[in-house]
């Protein structure tokens, strides 16, 4: 009955898999674009289920506990979807997933509880499970939660357009990206010939486009991909999301009232990072790019954070662990160190915007100045949160930002 148990919930989970990559795939994708976030997470299931029975007790609760908690993981998508649209697609699949999670973890306690060591003295007992449990508590602190993050951040994506408080008139546009998506959003028409990206979604830079909006500049805000209204898949980490913003640029191209060379970026903590990306592609005609609060997004990128000695080894598991977690659930490649990309960035100018005290890592954007040529600046506000700086110092940051856009796209 307990392999049986956790045969039924490993299926189910891996019925999820099924659907979500191959059967009912995002809006824009097919199940071409799955093969490895699909037929990996398949065959490590198809492998647990055989090799359950084969296990000691101990090694079998510890193997239910941990898909236990990945399926939650999967099931997660589906919760939050049915949340806040309600449930369509794979959500169904993806909610019998989130209860054979939870399946899961109940089989792992009762096995583990059934199977514990009853001999010898009270101490010895006490003391093996408590050396146990901390040893569990280690393994799914840096094994599972990032294999859990690394699936959750590309499949949940914002899943509604945001209220519209830019207070200025605007246009509803949409456009295609290289590989076919359809992109939402809203465009504030130039009035002084320049037009600025504000990225990513139509949430967090409204401010910052009611800014620039008063000083004459067009603003497009659009949701990127998986996101709101727009195609494709969810990757909070923005791993091939500089393909929206080449689109976004194209598009801006395209508009009567934005002359030739006058079309720049900004970008906000992971917008920053895909910001700066873009520019250092060679191919865009991005005149200038804002950045503020870019952080890490891959591996080495991590690894370039001060962590005191005792914690290095084990951060360098956790982000490489989830790095290649991402990899395989966006089916994706790791992007380039920025600080292998500031570089080429130039002639184009680069105008970096850091909190260095707070918790997201900016203390990265003095190495991505210090590798960049110019034109190049680094304004950091020691007192800001992660992408507060308008918050933090409001005139400031106006006379700065606008002074750095009037100047490279005048």
């Given at each position: 009955m307990e392999a049986l148990l956790f045969r039924i919930a490993v299926a189910v989970i891996g019925l999820h898999v099924v659907?979500?990559?191959?059967?009912?795939?995002?809006?824009?994708?097919?199940?071409?674009?799955?093969l490895v976030s699909g037929l990996v997470p398949l065959a490590v299931l198809a492998l647990a289920a055989w090799g359950y029975p084969r296990l000691?007790?101990?090694w079998r609760g510890a193997l239910a506990l941990a898909l236990g908690v990945l399926g939650i993981a999967t099931g997660i998508e589906g919760a939050y979807y049915t949340s806040k649209v309600g449930p369509?697609?794979?959500?169904?699949?993806?909610?019998?997933?989130?209860?054979?999670?939870?399946?899961?973890i109940g089989l792992a306690a009762v096995t583990l509880w059934r199977t514990r060591r009853t001999d010898g003295s009270r101490a010895w007992r006490y003391g093996r499970r408590a050396l146990i449990?901390?040893?569990?508590?280690?393994?799914?602190?840096?094994?599972?939660?990032p294999i859990g993050?690394?699936?959750?951040?590309?499949?949940?994506?914002?899943?509604?357009?945001?209220?519209?408080?830019?207070?200025?008139?605007?246009?509803?546009?949409?456009?295609?990206?290289?590989?076919?998506?359809?992109?939402?959003?809203?465009?504030v028409p130039s009035k002084n010939g320049a037009a600025v990206i504000a990225f990513p979604g139509r949430r967090g830079p409204q401010?910052?486009?009611?800014?620039?909006?008063?000083?004459?500049?067009?603003?497009?805000?659009?949701?990127?991909?998986g996101e709101g209204k727009s195609e494709g898949e969810p990757n909070a980490w923005g791993w091939?999301?500089?393909?929206?913003?080449?689109?976004?640029?194209?598009y801006l191209q395209r508009r009567p009232d934005v002359e030739r060379g006058?079309?720049?970026?900004?970008?906000?903590?992971?917008?920053?990072?895909?910001?700066?990306e873009e520019a250092a592609s060679g191919t865009t005609s991005l005149a200038a790019v804002v950045s503020e609060g870019a952080g890490a997004r891959m591996f080495t990128e991590e690894m370039d954070q001060e962590y005191p000695s005792s914690e290095k080894a084990l951060m360098a598991v956790l982000a490489w662990i989830k790095q290649a977690s991402i990899a395989v659930f966006s089916n994706q490649s790791p992007p380039t160190n920025l600080k292998d990309l500031t570089p080429k960035i130039a002639p184009r100018a680069m105008f970096l915007i850091a909190a260095p005290n707070s918790p997201a890592g900016e203390d990265l954007n003095r190495g991505y100045y210090a590798a960049a040529g110019e034109p190049k600046a680094l304004w950091e506000i020691p007192e800001s949160g992660h992408v507060g700086g308008l918050q933090a110092r409001p005139r400031e940051y106006e006379r700065r930002v606008i002074a750095f856009f009037d100047k490279e796209l005048r």
């Amino acid at each position: 009955m307990e392999a049986l148990l956790f045969r039924i919930a490993v299926a189910v989970i891996g019925l999820h898999v099924v659907d979500d990559n191959y059967v009912q795939p995002e809006p824009g994708t097919s199940a071409g674009d799955h093969l490895v976030s699909g037929l990996v997470p398949l065959a490590v299931l198809a492998l647990a289920a055989w090799g359950y029975p084969r296990l000691r007790a101990g090694w079998r609760g510890a193997l239910a506990l941990a898909l236990g908690v990945l399926g939650i993981a999967t099931g997660i998508e589906g919760a939050y979807y049915t949340s806040k649209v309600g449930p369509s697609g794979d959500d169904f699949t993806g909610l019998l997933a989130l209860a054979a999670g939870a399946l899961l973890i109940g089989l792992a306690a009762v096995t583990l509880w059934r199977t514990r060591r009853t001999d010898g003295s009270r101490a010895w007992r006490y003391g093996r499970r408590a050396l146990i449990g901390v040893a569990g508590i280690v393994a799914v602190y840096a094994i599972v939660f990032p294999i859990g993050l690394g699936y959750v951040t590309t499949h949940v994506g914002r899943a509604v357009v945001p209220p519209n408080e830019l207070g200025v008139a605007y246009e509803n546009v949409s456009f295609k990206t290289s590989d076919g998506l359809k992109l939402v959003g809203w465009y504030v028409p130039s009035k002084n010939g320049a037009a600025v990206i504000a990225f990513p979604g139509r949430r967090g830079p409204q401010e910052k486009a009611r800014m620039l909006a008063r000083h004459g500049y067009g603003v497009l805000l659009f949701d990127r991909r998986g996101e709101g209204k727009s195609e494709g898949e969810p990757n909070a980490w923005g791993w091939g999301g500089s393909k929206d913003i080449k689109a976004a640029v194209a598009y801006l191209q395209r508009r009567p009232d934005v002359e030739r060379g006058r079309i720049g970026g900004i970008g906000l903590s992971v917008g920053g990072e895909m910001m700066l990306e873009e520019a250092a592609s060679g191919t865009t005609s991005l005149a200038a790019v804002v950045s503020e609060g870019a952080g890490a997004r891959m591996f080495t990128e991590e690894m370039d954070q001060e962590y005191p000695s005792s914690e290095k080894a084990l951060m360098a598991v956790l982000a490489w662990i989830k790095q290649a977690s991402i990899a395989v659930f966006s089916n994706q490649s790791p992007p380039t160190n920025l600080k292998d990309l500031t570089p080429k960035i130039a002639p184009r100018a680069m105008f970096l915007i850091a909190a260095p005290n707070s918790p997201a890592g900016e203390d990265l954007n003095r190495g991505y100045y210090a590798a960049a040529g110019e034109p190049k600046a680094l304004w950091e506000i020691p007192e800001s949160g992660h992408v507060g700086g308008l918050q933090a110092r409001p005139r400031e940051y106006e006379r700065r930002v606008i002074a750095f856009f009037d100047k490279e796209l005048r």
